[in-house]
C-alpha cells in the first residue's frame, strides 16, 4: 500500500509541477541597454539635419536637442508585441523635457523623407502632469489617447493625478512602467499606476493597420526638437509577454493515421 500510495503521490507532483503557472523565469526581463554604447538602437530624425543628438554618458543615454524643428528618435532594433517595459528617465527642471517613449510604433522612410507613426507614453518636465499619459503620432490620427481628446491640445484640468504620484528632476531618477496586452495598456509612473488605455477598435482600426501600427513595432525614445530638450534614461529592460505565450501554447497532439492502426 505504501508503495501505491508513493507512486500516486509522485505521479500528482509531477502534473502538479507541468501544469503550474510559468516560472519566474519564463518573464525575465531583458536589459536594451548595455551601459557603454547605443548597440540595439539607431538614430530616426523627421524634419530636421539634427542627427547627433544621443551619446551615452556616466551608465546612460543623453538625449539632446538645441531646439530648431522637427522630431528625433533613438529607435529599437526589435519590435514587440505585448510586453513589460521598465526604465529610469531624468531631466533638468524647467521646460527641457518634451519627450517620450514610443510603443507598437514603425517608422516610414517614404513618409516626407521620415517619420515615426504609434503610440507614446509622453514625458514632460514642464508641463509634469502629463508624464505617462498616452498620445498618438500616428499621421490621420494624432491624439491624446489617455485622456480621451480629439487631438493634440490638452490642459492640466483634462488630467487627473493619481494620489502619490510624484516627479522627479535630475540628478534624481524616475521610474516608468509601460504594459501592453492585446490592446489595452497601463502605465506606472514611480510605483503609482496612472493610465488605463483600451484600444479596442482604435489601435486596430483600418488606419493603424495600414500604417503597421498599433498592435505591434518598435521602441523609440523621443526628444521633441522644436524645444530645447536635455533627458536622459537608463535601466532600461523588458520583458517579452509574447514569448511567454508562445511558451505556453499547448503543443498538439499525435494524431495516428489509419496505417498505424493496430
Known sequence: MYGIMRSFGLA????AASHSAPAQADTTFVSLFNGTDLTG???K??????????????????????????????????QYTDFVLKLKFSAPSGNQGNSGVNFSS???????GGFLNGPQVDIYTFNNWRTGCIL????????????????WNIAKSNVTTPA???????????????????LNVKTTVNGIAFANFNGEGILNDALHKSKNVGTTGYLALQAHAEEKVVINFKDIKIAD????TALQAPRPTHQRGSSEAS
Not at 504620484?165 to 531618477?173: D, S
Open 12 to 15: 500528482a507532483a509531477f502534473w
Open 136 to 151: 498618438d503620432m500616428t499621421k490621420g490620427s494624432q491624439k491624446w489617447f489617455f485622456p480621451s481628446l480629439p487631438d
Open 41 to 43: 538602437w539607431s538614430v
Open 45 to 78: 530624425t523627421a524634419g530636421t539635419t539634427i542627427t547627433n543628438f544621443a551619446t551615452v554618458t556616466d551608465g546612460y543615454i543623453h538625449l539632446e536637442s538645441p531646439g530648431g524643428a522637427g522630431w528625433l528618435w533613438l529607435y529599437s532594433d526589435k
Open 241 to 244: 509577454l509574447s514569448a511567454v
Open 106 to 112: 514603425s517608422w516610414d522612410a517614404n513618409d516626407q
Open 164 to 182: 502619490g504620484w510624484t516627479f522627479k528632476y535630475f540628478p534624481e531618477w524616475n521610474d516608468l512602467e509601460i504594459q501592453v496586452k492585446g
